[in-house]
């Protein structure tokens, strides 16, 4: 294998996705920091002597592609910049908005003189349904059109063909990674993507792996470098945040609400999406910020990634610094800086989980002291 490079640039198209794709460095022994102000790269991390992944979210997902293709390429120059020695770009598993200028966006950033970048892309998650076939993007045994991602309110994705979804790239088998520009290769296991990985750890730095949290963690674990984190224990009280209208997400709100009884307005979840959607995640993240303003609570869990961003640029977070996964697909780490630093935080993306899974948080995360209601010290009610 070459050297294993000490630094690693993380490029996410939004936030619990960056979490996702970057838990599996944490647990593979890596400093592992989500970087919520691309200027603050400049500051470096925490001194210690291990590896660093520095990820950021680019809010790509909904632009338009050539804004997308410039946001990505801002931020990859960003993490060049700080010293990122690989990049890796995390795109939706279910392909959902502006992968193509994504991937684009990064190779025009990522290339030098006289190496042009190149591209390795596999959007599969096994552990979460989705896999890639014979170029056909599927989840949970469906194309992807036929599944809950062509109903997305905003990135709705219409077809399963690789080919079509990324038009700039080749459907290609893993031994001719980086000998074509954008190499769209197939997976239907984890053991398909170690075997990605394992090519990817081979070939040069020219190289920009691009898929999801399955590669990400294949490849964490391919270039681990010291002991894994563990979940640490975080006090209990906990308050979701969920701005996901995913009917996953949905189903797991109502699940949650039922176990909370009298207490369910610790559970914060818009019933619908608001004409303006972007006015409407900002007023969610107020709501979210004054909750915790008023009352203590030992976790914060974001479910959704355009909410959880809002939030966090309302709590004025620099950092969140990555530990280790609760719950397969649920993150956890430590906010670093503003009104809630060193708050415990989960994130999950809207469509992971079971109709179970915010309740099985409430169980990890420790219910036995939950504070009492919010609305035992004031009247607001929830979104």
Do not use: N, Y
């Amino acid at each position: 294998m070459k050297t294993a490079p000490r630094s690693v640039g993380l490029v996410a198209d939004d936030l619990t996705g960056a979490a996702d794709a970057a838990v599996g460095f944490a647990e593979a022994g890596w400093r592992t920091e989500i970087v919520l102000d691309v200027a603050a790269l400049a500051s470096g991390t925490d001194s210690d002597d291990r590896p660093v992944l520095l990820a950021v979210d680019a809010e790509t997902r909904h632009m338009g592609f050539d804004d997308a293709r410039s946001a990505t390429a801002t931020v990859v120059s960003a993490l060049r910049t700080a010293g990122a020695e690989r990049l890796f770009l995390k795109i939706d598993s279910t392909m959902r908005g502006s992968v193509s200028a994504q991937v684009e966006g990064g190779l025009d950033s990522w290339s030098r003189s006289g190496a042009p970048a190149t591209a390795a892309v596999c959007p599969a998650f096994p552990a979460h349904g989705r896999v890639v076939v014979d170029g056909e993007l599927l989840v949970d045994g469906r194309p992807v059109h036929l599944s809950p991602a062509a109903d997305d309110p905003v990135a709705p994705v219409t077809m399963a063909s690789m080919s079509v979804l990324v038009p700039a790239g080749t459907r290609a088998s893993v031994e001719e990674v980086g000998a074509v520009p954008i190499a769209l290769l197939d997976a239907r296991t984890d053991e398909d993507l170690e075997g990605i990985a394992a090519v990817l750890a081979e070939v040069e730095a020219s190289v920009v792996a691009v898929g999801s949290g399955g590669l990400s963690a294949a490849l964490a674990t391919r270039w681990q470098v010291g002991a894994a984190s563990t979940p640490q224990p975080t006090a209990p009280g906990v308050l979701f945040a969920v701005s996901s209208l995913h009917p996953v997400s949905r189903a797991q709100v109502a699940h949650v609400r039922s176990r909370l009884g009298a207490h369910d307005d610790l559970v914060l979840a818009p019933d619908e999406l608001l004409a303006d959607a972007a006015a409407a995640v900002e007023v969610f993240a107020s709501e979210v910020a004054e909750a915790l303003a008023r009352r203590p609570f030992g976790a914060l869990v974001l479910v959704g990634g355009d909410g959880a961003a809002a939030v966090l640029r309302r709590l004025r977070a620099q950092r969140v610094v990555i530990g280790a996964q609760v719950l397969r697909g649920c993150p956890s780490g430590a906010i670093a800086g503003g009104a809630a630093d060193a708050l415990t935080i989960v994130t999950k993306s809207g469509g992971f989980g079971d109709p179970t899974t915010l309740s099985t948080l409430l169980d990890l995360l420790g219910t036995a002291a939950q504070p009492a209601s919010l609305t035992s010290s004031s009247s607001k009610e929830r979104p």
